[in-house]
């Protein structure tokens, strides 16, 4: 079974920056799409930014500008660069892999990782 462990979380003041990786616990082929969900206290889990094999991303509106996700698909692994965080990207983080083997399509999901923004 493969395993995403996600890094990097941790408290941080607000407009201060973070940058969390995921990585997984062995090769993934045909990668499809990589992204970050968060979800806070109360809230339901929403998307973050996705990245597809191809390099074409997407971002909530309220994360375009701040965050960036860049992934390497041979070492499977993604990562989320976070700048200008507010209090309100305080949230659990989990990372996502989505791939294909034949017609089937597998999705993976990290543990989580918590950011807390706070002065």
């Known amino acids: 079974q493969v395993q995403l462990v996600e890094s990097g979380g941790g408290l941080v003041q607000p407009g201060g920056s973070l940058r969390l990786s995921c990585a997984a616990s062995?090769?993934?082929?045909?990668?499809?799409?990589m992204g970050w969900y968060r979800q806070a206290p109360g809230k339901q889990r929403e998307l973050v930014a996705t990245?597809?094999?191809?390099?074409?991303?997407n971002y909530a509106d309220s994360m375009k500008g701040r965050f960036t996700i860049s992934g390497d698909n041979a070492k499977n692994t993604v990562y989320l660069q976070m700048n200008s965080l507010k209090p309100e990207d305080t949230a659990v983080y989990y990372c996502?892999?989505?791939?294909?083997?034949?017609?089937?399509?597998?999705?993976?999901w990290g543990q989580g990782t918590q950011v807390t923004v706070s002065s």
């Open positions: 996502n892999i989505v791939h294909s083997r034949g017609i089937a399509t597998y999705t993976y």
């Open positions: 062995e090769s993934i082929v045909n990668i499809y799409r």
């Open positions: 990245i597809t094999s191809g390099g074409t991303t």
